[in-house]
């Protein structure tokens, strides 16, 4: 779907969200929802919070698994996603701290595989994802699944592209600040969601979209994996949707 602005896109992904945890409440379930970070679903988690403030919109029925941490990273550091989901969602709506899951960052090398593997067995446990909020990254990348990612990987630790790490020198403040891997949710887990709404926004994201949604299903453009998904949404604003 295209929307005139980000803002309108935003607030029917938040209003699609909201019905979802509605439902499931009234099922007696918890919504199984997984996160995303970045630029793009800052206005989806603003709208979310003020449905919390004015609509009485609740999360205690709600689990969240994100999908990507940069490695290393501190929980309380700038630029920690740990840090960003409290800042933009959490610390303003009633979810309960044990209903959030963020990968760790702080895990020393030689656990992160069996954290990985207990992180999608937590999601399962969960009985999967009933919705995946993504967005993408000017590579291609959804969470931290770079280019050359297999429609199979698992959550796992990811070597940064140099793209990636360039378009988030500004948040650290230099290039060589960056953290050279991530923790992500592997291509696996993503597509197991029983929905899936990729968002993308500006001029910068039209020429990715247009590979991710009209070229064909290849590595190098993790995203073009979301073609094979029985239930998914591509949801732009103008700009975004311009080469299509
Ligand atoms: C980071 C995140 C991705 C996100 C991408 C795009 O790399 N790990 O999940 O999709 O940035 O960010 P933005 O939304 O700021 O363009």
């Avoid at 005139?4 to 007696?28: C, F, M, P, W, Y």
């Avoid at 030689?110 to 994802?129: A, S, T």
């Avoid at 969601?193 to 247009?210: F, P, Q």
Wanted: glycine share 8%.
């Amino acid at each position: 779907s295209v929307y005139g602005t980000a803002d309108e896109a935003s607030a029917a992904v938040a209003n699609e969200i909201a019905a979802l945890i509605r439902q499931k409440q009234q099922e007696g379930k918890p919504a199984v929802l997984g996160l995303a970070t970045g630029s793009s679903p800052k206005k989806v988690y603003a709208e979310l919070i003020r449905l919390h403030r004015k609509e009485g919109l609740s999360f205690q029925n709600v689990i969240t698994f994100n999908l990507d941490e940069y490695y290393p990273m501190q929980p309380d550091a700038l630029q920690s996603y740990v840090r960003f989901m409290k800042e933009f969602l959490f610390d303003h709506v009633d979810i309960p701290v044990q209903n959030y899951h963020i990968p760790d960052g702080t895990l020393s090398m030689e656990k992160i595989r069996e954290y990985c593997m207990d992180y999608e067995k937590q999601m399962e446990l969960h009985g999967g994802l009933d919705f995946q909020l993504l967005g993408i990254g000017r590579n291609g990348h959804i969470g931290f699944n770079e280019p050359g990612s297999h429609e199979n990987s698992r959550t796992r630790l990811m070597t940064l592209d140099q793209t990636t790490r360039v378009d988030a020198a500004m948040d650290f403040g230099g290039l060589s600040k960056v953290p050279r891997r991530a923790i992500t949710m592997g291509v696996l887990p993503i597509l197991q969601a029983k929905r899936v709404v990729l968002i993308a926004w500006g001029e910068h994201k039209a020429g990715i979209i247009k590979q991710a949604v009209e070229g064909p299903v290849v590595e190098s453009v993790p995203a073009s994996y979301l073609q094979g998904h029985h239930n998914v949404s591509v949801v732009l604003d103008e700009s975004a949707a311009s080469e299509l």
